[in-house]
């Protein structure tokens, strides 16, 4: 047995909204699967992981709280994988702008005034595309793989908050924790409804989504970062440069990132510590690819992967699985959706070897008449 | 045994599992597929080899179960990339994130066990010449087996006939494919030696390196393992080279910092990251030298037409 594909003639419609629903499926079973293996009912354990953090109104607002980050990080990505930029230090670009916006808070920390937040949040994203403009100006001027130096970039991101938090930024009255001040009042994002905990961060993300479709489908700038993204060179002919595209894109989603990351330091933490996000930044592919990189799928994507950190948290509670099945859950995701994408491009037909084996001997028969005669 | 000997030491220490992965990605790019999972399959490595050793007692068996994990974790990424032609970048990315998910939760009851930690061994009378003697001669299977590796793959990349098909399936997967040459066969067959590397990679880390096993224990090594390639510009003796030159940074930061050197450890730790990105530029800028070397068809897709 043996698996071939056959270029499909046109991009299959059917299989571009089916795929990542039959990748969710086929997560769900070796979830399922692997529950068995450990030892647990798996019926009981899926309810527990999937359908228990959704009935209670808390966990619901958790849930928004973990969609804000990704959903605003994966928006920014969909744009830069689009253009054929593969920026993976979107972790590294959240730490930086969770830093650079936490500026005011933490360092005046008296002062109070409704400027305080749009500050905040400015400078978040400015603080996230600075960061992202390193490996964007690297690649541009010198041709470095951007792959890399953007990966390179997340642990120094992280090392350096490290730095801040235990060394110059460290809570003078906070008896030695590695944490800053708690933030005042006035730098703390809003909830959206009273009694819950989910923040104003989730409407940035809507809206940013929202924009961003709309960018993308209706606007010049749209077209470009298609275009170059599927042909540089058929770009360079439409007088676009791809040059400027890698600016825009790293700058689009180092912004994008930042601000996720300040909006989760001011809205869910209230402060900085050591550790700020559990690989967000790294999800957020995931989400972005679920997606299939449109913004409005996306928004869905991201609900979906910050349900598997709520239940990984919840099947630990209630069934004593270890919470890293989450992160599982989120690999063997990816993996499927990459691979269920192949349906779009090709048919695949499975072709027996004997039937290979026999095309293969065919040739051989012809010279078998000529010494006959 | 005299500073200097121990500062060597452990230069090459930290060396060693640099060399082991770069050297498997080298063979994998040069058949022109990118497998950017290096991370997810060494972490698979070292949890694998970890338990091993646990449960069997002898690291050797670790170091077996090591690269079989690594191996089976790049026939993953082969199926995808290979077979169901999917997108090499994200599909490396995914075997990195399935690894480290994978590793923590195998891992997890092996926190905080004393580990098995393969024994050194002295090559006789080679390991009593002074100096030199102890640093190359007196090391561990592991450390022979990284320099055996890269001259090997030298051997075979350059000097012989599989090796020449290698590397054309790596520049022109097209024209290979048309003269007969298995493309997809030498391929896999590529991707699973870099992925049994890797797991050797990881089994240093678990088993000489620091011999236990802590979560996400391969901290970034993966990533410049790939860096290396690139600054080897795909050639195996520069890659060892390049990855003593690194060994030395990131011990060479910790020595400063224990002799004094006012510097936090945080940015001491930041060295080996930013040496990669200092050496990525430095040989992107010289574009003969990538241009040359670097397989053609790196990346690209290939589906055999009928």
């Known amino acids: 047995m043996r698996i071939e594909l056959e270029k499909r003639p046109e991009r299959s419609k059917l299989f571009s909204i089916l795929s990542p629903f039959i990748a969710l499926g086929l997560t769900l079973i070796v979830g399922a699967v692997l529950f068995l293996a450990l030892g647990k009912n798996p019926a009981e354990a899926m309810f527990y992981f999937f359908i228990d953090p959704l009935l209670v109104g808390w966990s619901l607002h958790e849930l928004a709280i973990k969609a804000t980050p990704l959903i605003l990080i994966a928006v920014g990505l969909s744009v830069c994988f689009r253009s054929n930029n593969w920026n993976i230090g979107a972790e590294g670009q959240f730490v930086m702008g969770a830093i650079a916006g936490s500026i005011i808070p933490v360092m005046f920390h008296g002062w109070e005034s409704p400027l305080v937040l749009p500050l905040m949040m400015i400078s978040g994203a400015i603080g996230g595309a600075l960061y992202a403009t390193i490996p964007a100006l690297l690649k541009a001027r010198f041709n470095t793989n951007e792959i890399l ?92 440069s791809a040059t400027k595209m890698v600016f825009f894109a790293f700058l689009f989603s180092g912004a994008m ?49 910050a349900l598997t950190y709520l239940g990984g948290e919840a099947a630990q509670i209630s069934i004593g699985v270890s919470d890293k099945v989450a992160r599982l859950f989120q690999g063997a995701l990816l993996f499927f959706v990459l691979a269920c994408d192949t349906l779009i491009h090709y048919r695949i037909r499975l072709r027996s070897t004997a039937k290979v084996a026999n095309v293969a001997a065919a040739p051989v028969q012809s010279p078998a008449p000529v010494e006959a005669r | 045994m005299g500073f200097y000997e121990a500062v060597l030491i452990s230069v090459m220490t930290a060396a060693t599992p640099l060399v082991l992965a770069a050297i498997g990605e080298l063979v994998v790019e040069r058949s022109g597929v990118l497998n950017l999972g290096v991370e997810g399959m060494m972490i698979m490595g070292a949890v694998c080899a970890f338990a091993g050793a646990q449960i069997s007692g002898s690291p050797f068996i670790g170091v077996l179960c090591g690269m079989i994990a690594g191996g089976a974790f790049s026939l993953l990424f082969g199926f995808l990339t290979l077979t169901l032609v999917a997108n090499q970048v994200a599909t490396g990315l995914a075997l990195t994130i399935l690894g480290l998910g994978l590793s923590g939760m195998i ?23 002074p100096v030199i003697g102890r640093i190359v001669f007196g090391q561990d299977l592991l450390f022979y087996a ?47 030696f870099g992925g049994v590397c890797s797991g050797l990679a990881g089994a240093h880390l ?7 096993w802590v979560e996400n224990m391969s901290a970034g090594r993966g990533w410049i393992a790939l860096a290396l390639v690139v600054f080897a510009s795909w050639r195996p003796l520069r890659l060892l080279a390049g990855a003593y030159l690194f060994g030395a940074v990131s011990i060479g930061g910790l020595h400063a910092q224990a002799l004094g050197v006012g510097i936090p450890s945080q940015f001491v730790s930041m060295l080996p990251y930013l040496a990669t990105i200092v050496v990525l530029v430095l040989i992107s800028m010289d574009r003969r030298l990538t241009l040359i070397n670097r397989p053609a068809s790196l990346g690209q897709p290939f589906v055999p037409e009928r």
Do not use: C
């Open chain 1, 149 to 240: 130096t953007s990966l390179m970039l997340v642990y120094v991101a992280q090392l350096f908050l490290d730095w801040l938090v235990r060394g110059p930024w460290r809570n003078p009255e906070g008896f030695n924790f590695p944490e800053t001040r708690n933030f005042n009042a006035s730098a703390i994002l809003p909830e959206i409804l009273d009694g819950g905990r989910a923040h104003w961060g989730l409407i940035f993300a809507i809206v940013a989504a929202l924009a961003t479709w709309f960018m993308m489908r209706s606007t010049l700038k749209g077209f470009e970062i298609s275009v170059l993204g599927q042909s540089a060179r058929a770009g360079r002919f439409a007088g676009f």
């Open chain 1, 257 to 305: 990132a930042g601000l996720a990351g300040i909006a989760e330091v001011s809205g869910a933490i209230g402060q900085l510590r050591p550790v700020i996000s559990p690989g967000y930044g790294f999800t957020a592919i995931i989400v972005a690819f679920l997606g299939r990189l449109n913004p409005l799928g996306i928004v869905a994507a991201g609900l979906v992967l």
């Open chain 2, 107 to 129: 891992g997890e009851s092996f926190i905080g066990l004393p580990g098995v930690r393969l024994p050194v061994l002295d090559i006789p009378f080679l390991s009593d010449i």
């Open chain 2, 146 to 192: 990284s320099i055996g590796l890269v001259i090997g793959v030298a051997w075979f990349l350059f000097r012989t006939r599989a090796g020449l098909r290698l590397r054309a399936i790596g520049d022109n997967h097209g024209s290979a494919h048309a003269l007969g040459v298995s493309v997809i066969r030498v391929r896999y067959l590529a991707v699973l």
């Open chain 2, 206 to 212: 678990s088993l000489v390196y620091t011999p236990q």
